[in-house]
């Protein structure tokens, strides 16, 4: 979109595909710093990184998101494979451990994913746009991958300090157990989860509406659904519903309800259950969900007119899908699989706006020192220089004048954001030295030429 820089703003949508965005260096250097914070945790926590292919076959993908089937984009038929641009990062995941035949791993994986979705950039919502995973495959004991899975989310969010969250938990082992108990059809589980996962974005009488109106689900089934999803706590409201008549004689939600409580035992000794709600509303629409599932949510302080904190969209998503790998094993050999994908768009949305909020001057380079001169004819000497200071790995730059006014490299340095200046002259030359100039205090000294590098890494190392 370089072309119209200078243009309208409506020129920029007919240059770009709707739903993309190109990234200036200021954009580029903020989303750095935060995929620099999830890879370092991802890291922290032992996973090895992978890449996939952009595109799959189509039959990879086909079946696997429910109602978002719709979304995959679809490439045109050139004479050979039917292939889509990938809708996510777990299902190419699932048929990489099939095909390669890996039971056991724990990896991350961040790059782009595709959907044809109705974009709302403001929101960072794309039709392009980054993922950033983190799964463990592998036979293991009941919650504990699932439980680290959640600290991880705990952790990121925390570093980047985005303010207030909340980590929605809940199984679908019990949603299923729930729609059973609540007289819904097993042909309808699917359908009416993809309902109740509306209810982040819509009031519970339009989703009952559309239960009832659009996908043929009886008036009651649905009020006793609605006395249900209404329901969030924690370990309190486990037991309550291990005692709740109809769900405890219902045995795939109790074994979800023992498994949510083991699930939260463990969250308190991780020292993050503050931040953890059991929503029995959470129901994530793909349809490869088999447990535990969980969302997390940015909140808006508490205001005088708001009783609680309001959601202002997820920033995270994952759960456990166990029988994902096995549709790709010629054999249906299952690997149990956990994972969390971090909404990068999203926060990075947040983090811009806060940045042009608080006019922060963010550097888009990392040069140490800009190799200058404060007379004429010296271009070769700042040549020699900047080549030794390359050659020694530091990260330096040069006008490309060959007589540039001392008063224009001191300011480019300003602008820039260069911490030091190397300046040679005459006398310096005569005297085996380099002036290296502070940029922030305008302090100068004269340095050893064979001392300059170690000078420069001491004043720019990181305390």
């Not at 954009?27 to 990184?49: L, P, S, Y």
């Not at 463990?136 to 952790?155: N, R, T, W």
């Not at 299923?176 to 996962?197: E, H, L, Q």
Request: aromatic letters at 8%.
């Amino acid at each position: 979109c370089w072309i119209c820089v200078n243009s309208c703003v409506s020129c920029i949508s007919e240059l770009c595909p709707d739903g993309t965005r190109d990234y200036s260096p200021k954009q580029m250097a903020i989303r750095e710093r935060v995929f620099n914070a999830i890879i370092t945790c991802f890291k922290r926590h032992g996973a090895e990184v992978i890449d996939t292919p952009v595109f799959e076959l189509k039959e990879t993908l086909t079946g696997k998101y429910g109602e978002d089937s719709k979304l995959i984009y679809d490439l045109k038929d050139q004479g050979g494979e039917l292939l889509s641009l990938r809708y996510d990062l777990t299902v190419p995941f699932a048929r990489y451990l099939a095909m390669n035949k890996i039971t056991n791993i724990k990896r991350y994986h961040i790059a782009k994913v595709y959907r044809r979705d109705n974009p709302a950039m403001t929101r960072g919502r794309y039709r392009e746009f980054y993922q950033c995973d983190f799964d463990i495959a592998g036979q293991f004991d009941p919650m504990i991958p699932d439980a680290e899975c959640l600290k991880i989310v705990h952790e990121i969010l925390s570093d980047l300090q985005l303010g207030d969250f909340l980590i929605k938990v809940n199984d679908r082992r019990i949603l299923d157990g729930m729609f059973a108990v609540c007289g819904v059809p097993d042909s309808k589980f699917r359908t009416i989860c993809s309902s109740v996962d509306k209810l982040d974005k819509m009031p519970w009488e339009e989703v009952r509406s559309e239960m009832v109106g659009e996908k043929g689900l009886s008036p009651e089934a649905a009020d006793h659904i609605g006395e249900y999803v209404q329901l969030h706590g924690g370990l309190d409201l486990i037991e309550q519903l291990l005692q709740d008549p109809k769900l405890s004689q219902n045995k795939l939600a109790k074994e979800g309800l023992g498994d949510m409580k083991l699930l939260f035992e463990y969250l308190t000794l991780f020292g993050i259950t503050g931040k953890i709600s059991f929503d029995l509303s959470l129901a994530r629409g793909l349809d490869y969900y088999t447990g535990v599932i969980f969302e997390a949510v940015l909140l808006q302080p508490e205001n005088d007119h708001v009783e609680e904190p309001v959601s202002v969209g997820s920033v995270a998503g994952g759960g456990r899908y166990d029988g994902l790998v096995g549709m790709f094993d010629p054999k249906g050999r299952k690997v149990p699989c956990v994972g969390v994908s971090i909404g990068i768009e999203r926060i990075f949305s947040i983090l811009e706006q806060r940045v042009e909020a608080s006019e922060e001057k963010i550097r888009t380079t990392e040069t140490q020192v800009l190799v200058a001169s404060a007379q004429k004819k010296l271009l070769e000497e700042r040549l020699k220089l900047i080549s030794e200071l390359w050659n020694a790995g530091i990260k330096a730059e040069v006008l490309y004048k060959k007589n540039p006014k001392l008063l224009n490299q001191l300011q480019y340095c300003e602008d820039t954001g260069i911490p030091l200046v190397a300046i040679v002259g005459e006398q310096e030359l005569k005297d085996g030295v380099v002036k290296l100039r502070v940029v922030a205090t305008r302090e100068e000294v004269n340095v050893r030429r064979e001392s300059l590098v170690e000078e420069i890494r001491m004043r720019t190392s990181r305390p």
